[in-house]
């Protein structure tokens, strides 16, 4: 999904996922993401009144808001993902915007706030909600989903339906 630029003149290629540490700046951008998403998904979970370390998917060992983890997984590749291809596709994100040290792929002040810039843009993009057809930001997405979570808690929601990419 790389382009030829960002291959063949930014030299940037993804072999596979590597979480800690990142050992390359594909693998980087997708860690730094993937935080940012987990940030608006555990307040979207906390604004429902659910505690989002008490999860089905995920375990909550060692702390880890696994309820936010698992709701996270529908918005990983419509969010996270399409961003990070988005920004070094387009070149908001190149090459020096990352920093190689003792083995791992660090992104930079500039890296990150270009990152920060191409994730705000994508989370304030409207669709319509297969749900309900209503225009709504990824954002407020988040949000509905949870909501749904607790919906099926409280059984006033016979099941939880994701919403589609593709």
């Known amino acids: 999904m790389l382009s030829d630029t ?3 003149t930014e030299g940037i290629t993804f072999a596979g996922r590597t979480r800690r540490p990142a050992l390359d700046p594909v693998n980087a951008a997708l860690n730094y993401c993937y935080g940012l998403l987990l940030a608006d ?5 906390v604004a429902c009144g659910l505690d989002p370390h008490a999860g089905f998917l995920h375990s909550s060992d060692r702390n880890k808001p696994a309820l936010a983890l698992d709701l996270c997984e529908e ?3 419509p969010i996270a993902d ?7 596709n ?5 090459a020096n915007s990352f920093s190689g040290i003792t083995g791992s792929t660090r992104l930079l002040d500039k890296g990150r706030a270009a990152l920060i810039a191409a994730y705000e843009r994508r989370v304030t993009t409207q669709f319509r909600h297969p749900l309900f057809g209503y225009r709504v930001t990824w954002r407020r997405a988040m949000e509905i989903q949870a909501r749904l979570v607790l919906g099926v808690l409280d059984g006033t929601q016979a099941d939880y339906k994701g919403i589609p990419t593709r």
């Open 6 to 8: 960002v291959r063949l």
């Open 41 to 45: 998904v555990i307040r979207a979970v």
């Open 75 to 77: 918005f990983r590749a």
């Open 82 to 88: 399409a961003v990070v291809i988005a920004a070094l």
């Open 90 to 94: 387009n070149g908001e994100l190149k």
